[in-house]
């Protein structure tokens, strides 16, 4: 009867001082999920999101327990911000569970990418109080590996698109030469006074030297015959008409003497209000504006003559210093420089490289696409042209193509002592990507403006942030490695393919990307064979494609290939 009484009595007390006890238990891992499932490095750092559960019954009413993630591989770890949540009867302003029902969270974690963690596992560590006793709680593993793809932008850096110092080589250089015959108001007669004066002998010496100059080669010789705008458009025909003739006549009167066979081309304009409103537009007269304003209100000639008459405080300086100048015939010679032809400079750039200038020398190098022949021609437009930062930076491009980067870097630094230009810029923007400084390429990349690769380096750059979308269209229609790896990322997988097989200069890294493709669309044969090339030109690839979480589902191909 007592035995009947105290049994349920006993069990309640049982039940009540286990719920109380110091013991919380292990957690299973299938509480826990993440968002990834399996961890990828975006723009240098690992993101994660975890959404746990602690359990009916589980979390003790005077409970706090701190939760940690730790990403831990073969040799290091690295530790995310903690998050701590409390038993339904702890003050405080942490998350609270409750004992009955249990309770579900969600919590970030952020870690700084570093290659090892390709292979390593993500763990949740957890440190339990309740009151002042510890309680242990084992750590609980929530994933495996990190997908690094998005690293593999330092090795697609090295075929990107450098940005070259540019000649500027004209081997046809157009130029002219002019002189003006000024006459009389309402006059066409030509005066001795102008026909002697000095920059007119200058002028027909330049015809007959222009003439005889073997590099040289005249266009033609115009005259162009001015009436000023006062005085009526019948009057000024007339007289930018007879101007003309004149002058054509004299001209070519010379040009027989001096036995010079060209064109002649005349014309006459009969008032020359184009003329008229930039010689006002330059002046300092009184009243600029209005007269400027009457020009843009009138176009029939005569208005705009009564008009401007009309403004009579300003109409005898016009009349003095304006119109006196548009009374001419302005004589403009036209010719062509003729430069040296390709064979030349690739003969004087080897033999006599001092026979050119630096925008022909640069240009040498154009002329061939020996590496060893270009290298040779800009350290001579180094040592010819040491002010000029375009060798300089051009050593440097040679040296990145050749994956001499910090040969390259060398000559960039060099070329921007020079001179900062765009183009060096760019290159010291990808030299910083490829040492993993984002901040330092955002910032070269900013001087870069107007260089013609600068939407490629961008590209470049948005992938190291992580942006892939903004990487893609910055990229364009562009053929690179890291062009394909951006579209990869961005999961736009046939316009990858596309990139990837209309690489020109196809490497290693180009077939990896290839087999990464074929991962990601389910094409074992695919992977397969483009590892197999991948690791055949770079033997290094075979490690890193053993450890690689793209190819999680082909291990037992990828353990073939590394036999």
Not at 75 to 100: H, L
Not at 255 to 272: E, F, I, N, P, R
Not at 341 to 353: G, K
Not at 442 to 450: H, Q, T
Request: charged content about 25%.
């Amino acid at each position: 009867m007592i035995k009947k009484l105290y049994l349920p009595l006993l069990l309640t007390v049982v039940v009540a001082l286990s719920s109380c006890s110091g013991k919380m238990g292990e957690l299973s891992s299938d509480y826990f999920t993440t968002n990834p499932q399996v961890l990828e490095a975006v723009g240098g750092k690992v993101p994660v999101t975890i959404h746990g559960k602690f359990p009916e019954k589980y979390f003790k009413k005077k409970a706090v327990v701190e939760v940690t993630p730790v990403l831990k591989w073969n040799g290091g770890e690295a530790r995310s911000q903690s998050t701590t949540f409390q038993g339904e009867k702890v003050e405080g302003n942490n998350q609270a569970i409750n004992y009955k029902v249990g309770g579900n969270y969600s919590m970030k974690a952020n870690f700084d990418y570093v290659p090892a963690m390709a292979k390593s596992e993500l763990y949740l560590e957890f440190n339990a109080k309740i009151g002042d006793k510890v309680i242990t709680i084992p750590p609980v593993k929530v994933a495996d590996g990190v997908i690094a793809t998005s690293a593999l932008l330092e090795n697609t850096l090295n075929n990107a698109n450098t940005g070259l110092g540019a000649d500027a080589f004209q081997r046809i250089i157009k130029e002219a030469k002019q002189a003006n015959i000024m006459f009389l108001i309402q006059q066409a007669n030509l005066r001795a006074s102008e026909l002697n004066k000095g920059d007119m002998k200058t002028f027909k010496q330049d015809i007959s030297d222009v003439y005889a100059a073997e590099n040289k080669k005249i266009t033609n010789l115009e005259v162009s015959a001015y009436a000023s705008p006062d005085g009526g458009v019948k009057l000024n025909t007339g007289l930018a008409e007879n101007r003309e003739d004149n002058t054509a006549k004299y001209l070519s009167k010379e040009l027989k003497k001096a036995k010079v066979d060209l064109t002649l081309d005349a014309k006459y304009t009969a008032q020359d209000w184009d003329g008229f409103q930039e010689l006002v537009s330059k002046s300092n007269i009184q009243d600029k504006e209005l007269i400027l304003r009457v020009l843009s209100m009138y176009k029939d000639p005569e208005q705009r003559e009564n008009e401007i008459k009309n403004i009579s405080s300003v109409y005898k300086t016009l009349a003095d210093e304006i119109l006196p100048q548009l009374r001419r015939s302005r004589l403009t010679l036209n010719y062509e420089i003729i430069g040296k032809s390709d064979e030349e400079i690739a003969q004087l750039a080897a033999s006599n490289p001092s026979a050119l200038n630096v925008e022909e020398l640069l240009y040498a190098a154009t002329l061939t696409n020996d590496a060893a022949k270009q290298e040779d021609i800009y350290t001579k437009a180094t040592k010819q042209f040491p002010s000029d930062y375009r060798g300089f930076n051009n050593l440097g491009m040679l040296a990145y193509e050749a994956g001499d980067f910090a040969k390259a870097e060398s000559f960039f630094n060099k070329a921007n002592s020079i001179k900062s230009a765009p183009e060096v810029n760019m290159n010291l923007g990808l030299i910083a990507l490829k040492k993993g400084d984002v901040a330092g390429a955002e910032s070269y990349f900013g001087k870069a403006s107007g260089t013609p690769e600068l939407n490629e380096s961008l590209g470049n750059l948005y992938i190291a942030q992580g942006q892939y979308d903004r990487a893609v269209n910055a990229f364009g229609s562009t053929k690179t490695n890291s062009a394909a790896l951006a579209q990869i990322l961005a999961k736009d997988y046939n316009k990858a393919k596309t990139t990837l097989d209309g690489i020109q200069k196809a490497d290693a890294y180009t077939d990896y990307l290839k087999a990464v493709l074929g991962a990601r669309t389910n094409n074992s044969s695919m992977v397969t064979s483009n590892l197999k090339n991948a690791i055949a030109k770079d033997s290094s690839l075979a490690k890193h494609a053993a450890t690689d979480l793209e190819f999680a589902k082909y291990t037992s191909e990828i353990s073939g290939l590394l036999r």
